[in-house]
Nanobody, 127 residues
Framework: QLQLVESGGGLVQPGGSLRLSCTASESPLDGYSIGWFRQAPGKGREAVSCISRNGGSTKYEDSVKGRFYISRDNVKNEIYLNMNNLKPEDTAVYYC????????????????????WGQGTQVTVSS
């Protein structure tokens, strides 16, 4: 089975930046679409950003557009989420996830399509 491990979380002040990384156990990784999801305490897990198998298509949740950037390196088995101008409401556990299921660009971030999940990394935005 594909295994995913997130890293890069931590405590950051509002307005700061952070880069999350996700390392996958399989190479190359171009057989999987990848998503970043997050879950705040007491809240459900929600999509943050997703990227297609070849990196040609991306989607972002409205609240992070213009601030977050998703990318991937299928040879290094790594996926990244660059987070800029962080806000307190970005505080959550962030997860990377993967899927093989075919989907449309329109539905590429639907959480029920993702089959493999990492353990999560905590991001706390506070002054």
């Amino acid at each position: 089975q594909l295994q995913l491990v997130e890293s890069g979380g931590g405590l950051v002040q509002p307005g700061g930046s952070l880069r999350l990384s996700c390392t996958a156990s399989e190479s190359p990784l171009d057989g999987y679409s990848i998503g970043w999801f997050r879950q705040a305490p007491g809240k459900g897990r929600e999509a943050v950003s997703c990227i297609s198998r070849n990196g040609g298509s991306t989607k972002y949740e409205d609240s992070v557009k213009g601030r977050f950037y998703i990318s991937r390196d299928n040879v290094k088995n790594e996926i990244y989420l660059n987070m800029n101008n962080l806000k307190p409401e970005d505080t959550a556990v962030y997860y990377c996830a993967a899927r093989r299921r075919a989907t449309t660009v329109q539905t590429m971030c639907h959480i029920d399509l993702y089959e493999n999940w990492g353990q999560g990394t905590q991001v706390t935005v506070s002054s």
